[in-house]
């Protein structure tokens, strides 16, 4: 069992950068992930890391938001900058065994913490 702890989230103003990140109970060797759904709609996959580091963005983040793995600490990080509105939504952190954006191949997700861009 794996257990994913948010932080980081907050309010800021458009242009403006957060930076969220996700203590993991244990070493994970497999996908991890950002996700953020937005109250009424489905998970949006936004970043994540595969096993071996490979990195890789939606479209609507890319040269915005940035990903990082630390294999010592256990943490998963989003450095977000240029922020607009749209990218207001609750962000997950998420582990699981398929590096897609399909949230039903990830069995672990954190709590969520709010990103709110105004």
């Known amino acids: 069992h794996v257990q994913l702890v948010e932080s980081g989230g907050g309010s800021v103003q458009a242009g403006g950068s957060l930076r969220l990140s996700c203590d993991a109970s244990r070493y994970i060797n497999s996908c991890m992930a950002w996700f953020r759904r937005v109250l009424g709609k489905g998970y949006e996959g936004v970043a994540g890391?595969?096993?071996?580091?490979?990195?890789r963005y939606a479209d609507n983040v890319k040269g915005r938001f940035t990903v990082s793995k630390d294999n010592v600490k256990n943490t998963l990080s989003l450095q977000m900058n240029s922020l607009k509105p749209e990218d207001t939504a609750m962000y997950y952190c998420a582990a699981g065994t398929r590096c897609t954006w399909e949230p039903r191949w990830y069995n672990y997700w954190g709590q969520g913490t709010q990103v709110t861009v105004s």
């Open positions: 890391v595969d096993s071996e580091g490979t990195r």
